[in-house]
């Protein structure tokens, strides 16, 4: 599987996969006990060390959206 790029898209392709699942990112966030900008700032790659790439995947993963190749 190929690594998402940080970036506007993907923030913008990770709400969309929220979307799908009738929820929302602030949803996730709140019930995974962290704060909705730390996951924006991960998507965005503003925040971008060990442990925002490991949100990054994390946020993905429950996004449910596939790398473009």
Do not use: Y
Request: charged residues 25%; glycine residues 8%; contains cysteine.
């Amino acid at each position: 599987m190929k690594d998402h790029v940080p970036g506007l898209n993907l923030l913008l392709e990770v709400k969309a996969g929220f979307v799908r699942q009738n929820t929302c990112m602030t949803r996730w966030a709140r019930e995974n006990n962290t704060h909705v900008s730390n996951v924006r700032n991960a998507l965005l790659g503003s925040w971008d060390g060990p442990r925002g790439r490991a949100m990054r995947k994390r946020v993905i993963k429950a996004a449910r959206i596939e790398a473009s190749a």
